[in-house]
């Protein structure tokens, strides 16, 4: 029976037995016991089997014609009339009576507890429609043989009288706990039941008891008789650990006298250590006071420099911001805007490059934001318009930024600022990207760039002397680190050689430590095994 036995599993089962009590006329017998009711469902099914001979459901209506027809030959054998044409009713009704000729329903079922009762009353066709067998207590000569056979082929360390007389005992003592539960029913009125599985647990019991306890008992007798052995051990190993213990005594006197004189030695190197340690520390302090001025002036030149790198950063993202397309425009442009003369004036003025002579530009000045403003004339035809329209325009610009910008000087800043600061006869300023936007994309980016290498150069002034200042101290600074690290390594080289002591020192300790200890463990070993032996 699986664990997903169930009402159909059971059903089925039924039904076969059916076809073989039936049709063929077989006699079978179906045996359920405790164990085998999974469910109550399964009493119900039984239930009505032996009142009626029916299940519900059993048989479908479909399916009953076909038992009919396979019951046909044998009922006209049986108890037919020749020429009779039985209905498939009279059919069905002689093969339910034949199941219940030859199929036979064994129950085994447990007195013990409420269950018997509590069944007996909702199935009652399970006790009405059986015979019941009681199956009364046994004797006391069937307990002891019982007993007998059990133990027949158990091994005892016991001899064959003694083996009789306690198979006789356990008969003895199945009664007697039948008597108590008589007396206990007397007295409290409440069944106990003791059963032959009762009886057949308890030699099962006593054979796991009596293998306990003997093993038991043999390991104890085993561990008595290496007690034994391992004091006669003891006996000779005492003499042993007596020679040994002078062998361990005489090693430990010469350890300690080799380190006494080591740690005199240690002693010394200590001292000169601690000497030099001093004078190294006196330089240590005034090179770390030193360092700590210079990293100061060092911060503070840093964080002059960081005030510059923005309009570095400026002018590179302006150079990024100029695409050659724009370029190309600017190039191909016939009447270029005054806006480009000026800007295209002041990178000329960066890269020193050449310049018309200074005089004022004719008609009006510069026509910028619509309005005529009185300025110098441009260079644009003669040498500006040359530099635009080189094929390396953009490389030279990046190539400035990043090599050439510490080389702007302050006539070049002079020379740019009437350039930077131009305005408008209305106040206006002229040189902004958003006046250079007005005219053309890339003229932003020149224009933003001009200014930034302006401004770059005004931070970086301030900067230039403090770095070289700082140069300087950095050179002193590396020479009184040189000095340090020959008086540290100086240092070091005693520190070696008093490591070495130590080490050694610390060897000699631990030999000497280990042999105390041996002789200790074994004196200690030897006083235990004399006291062991003289107490057995």
């Known amino acids: 029976m699986t664990k997903s036995y169930g009402d159909n599993q059971l059903k089925e089962d039924i039904k076969n037995l059916y076809n073989d009590a039936g049709p063929r006329g077989m006699q079978v017998g179906f045996i359920m016991t405790d164990s085998d009711i999974k469910t109550e469902s399964f009493l119900a099914s039984l239930n009505s089997m032996l009142a009626t001979g029916e299940i519900p459901g059993l048989i479908p209506k479909d399916e009953r014609d076909i038992v009919a027809l396979d019951c046909k030959n044998v009922f006209m054998k049986e108890v037919g009339v020749k020429g009779q044409d039985p209905s498939p009713r009279e059919l069905f009704t002689f093969f339910i009576n034949r199941v219940k000729d030859c199929l036979h329903t064994i129950l085994a079922f447990s007195p013990v507890g409420n269950k018997f009762r509590e069944r007996s009353q909702k199935f009652p066709s399970l006790f009405s429609s059986c015979s019941i067998d009681w199956f009364l207590p046994w004797p006391e000569d069937a307990l002891v043989a019982v007993s007998h056979n059990y133990l027949s082929g158990f091994k005892m360390d016991a001899s064959k009288e003694v083996k009789e007389q306690i198979e006789r005992h356990m008969g003895k003592v199945h009664d007697l706990v039948n008597e108590v539960c008589g007396i206990y029913l007397q007295k409290m009125r409440r069944y106990v039941y003791v059963t032959p599985k009762s009886y057949l647990s308890f030699i099962e019991f006593y054979k796991v008891v009596y293998e306990k306890h003997y093993n038991t008992i043999d390991v104890d007798e085993r561990n008595i008789v290496n007690g034994l052995d391992k004091l006669k051990e003891a006996s000779e190993g005492v003499e042993v650990l007596k020679i040994d213990l002078k062998a361990e005594d005489i090693k430990l006197k010469d350890a300690t006298e080799k380190t006494d004189k080591l740690l005199k030695e240690v002693e010394i190197e200590n001292r000169k250590a601690k000497e030099k340690a001093d004078e190294v520390n006196i330089v240590a302090e005034n090179c770390v006071a030193q360092k700590n001025t210079i990293m100061a002036q060092k911060e503070q030149a840093d964080k002059d420099l960081q005030k510059a790198l923005p309009f570095l950063r400026k002018a590179e ?47 009006g000045g510069m026509y910028i934001l619509k309005q005529n403003t009185p300025f110098v004339a441009d260079s644009y035809d003669s040498h500006t318009k040359a530099t635009l329209s080189s094929a390396n325009f953009l490389k030279d610009l990046l190539d400035f930024s990043n090599e050439e910008k510490d080389n702007i000087n302050e006539e070049t800043i002079e020379l740019l600022h009437p350039y930077l600061t131009l305005r408008t006869p209305k106040d206006e300023e002229i040189y ?50 040189t000095n340090l690290a020959n008086a540290q390594a100086e240092l070091q080289g005693v520190q070696d050689l008093q490591a070495r002591l130590r080490e050694t020192f610390e060897g000699a300790m631990a030999e000497k430590t280990r042999l105390a200890e041996s002789a200790a463990k074994t004196r200690k070993k030897m006083d235990q095994a004399n006291r062991l032996i003289n107490s057995l």
């Open 317 to 363: 993202g302006a150079v990024d911001m100029i695409k050659p397309k724009d370029i190309g425009e600017l190039k191909t442009s016939n009447r270029p805007v005054d806006t480009t003369k000026l800007i295209m004036d002041t990178i000329h003025l960066l890269f020193q490059r050449s310049l018309d002579p200074v005089k004022p530009k004719g008609d």
């Open 432 to 481: 902004t990207p958003e006046v250079a936007a007005k005219s053309s994309v890339a003229l932003v980016g020149m224009s933003i760039w001009t200014a930034a290498m302006s401004d770059y150069h005004k931070q970086s002034k301030i900067v230039k002397p403090k770095l070289r200042l700082l140069e300087i101290k950095m050179g002193e600074l590396k020479e009184a680190e």
